[in-house]
């Protein structure tokens, strides 16, 4: 049982941290480069907001109540990451993370929604014929809201590193970032199989 729990949370941490598909890890990237560590409680309520789309997508795909097409889904992944990407390069220093709620929350969800979805299938391999769904996905869940935390704890404090030793100011700090994560994911939405 024990086995099982630490095979489903370690499933959930590779998924995250897997070096091939690292569209999971530049959406933290974006999401957390805005924020410094006194932050840390509006960074952890939208990484879970994200881990909650995430897992209400793959409940949904689990219990065959939605189908959605793959390539439409692949597509959408860097589509997220560009939108949350272009809106920190324009409001970086404007303070516009700090609203109430706004592009950022809704943006992590929907990103959390189409990502599990981009991952129904291959968990739908992993469930098999399970009767303990749901478990098995909160277990998975679990995994991914830690290595969420590890990534976003690495970002804040290469932030923290960057504007207080190497003293660029936070507005660059977030333009360069997120500037460069759109160098990456152009490339990936370009290549998508959906618009070939």
């Known amino acids: 049982m024990l086995e099982n729990f630490w095979f489903n949370v370690e499933y959930g941490i590779n998924h995250v941290l897997d070096i091939n598909a690292y569209d999971h890890v530049l959406f933290l990237i974006v999401l957390t480069v805005p924020y410094v560590f006194k932050d840390w409680k509006r960074v952890l309520l939208l990484v879970s907001v994200f881990t909650l789309g995430h897992t209400l997508s793959l409940v949904l795909a689990a ?9 439409l889904v692949e597509f959408l992944i860097p ?3 560009l939108i949350v990407a272009l809106f920190n390069v324009f409001t970086a220093g404007k303070g516009a993370q700090k609203e109430k709620v706004g592009v950022l929350f809704l943006s992590t969800l929907f990103f959390g929604l189409i990502h599990g979805l981009g991952f129904a299938r ?3 391999i ?7 769904k749901l478990v098995l996905l909160l277990e998975f869940a ?3 809201e830690l290595a969420q935390v590890i990534i976003v704890f690495i970002v804040l404090f290469l932030g923290y590193v960057g504007q207080t030793i190497f003293r660029f100011s936070k507005r660059d700090w977030i333009m360069v970032i997120s500037a460069i994560v759109v160098g990456l994911v152009i490339p990936m939405i370009l290549n998508s199989e959906f618009l070939a």
């Open 142 to 144: 679990l995994g991914i």
């Open 63 to 71: 219990y065959s109540v939605v189908r959605v097409n793959g390539q």
């Open 122 to 124: 291959e968990f739908h």
């Open 126 to 132: 992993l469930l098999g014929d399970s009767d303990n």
């Open 79 to 81: 589509v997220t990451i």
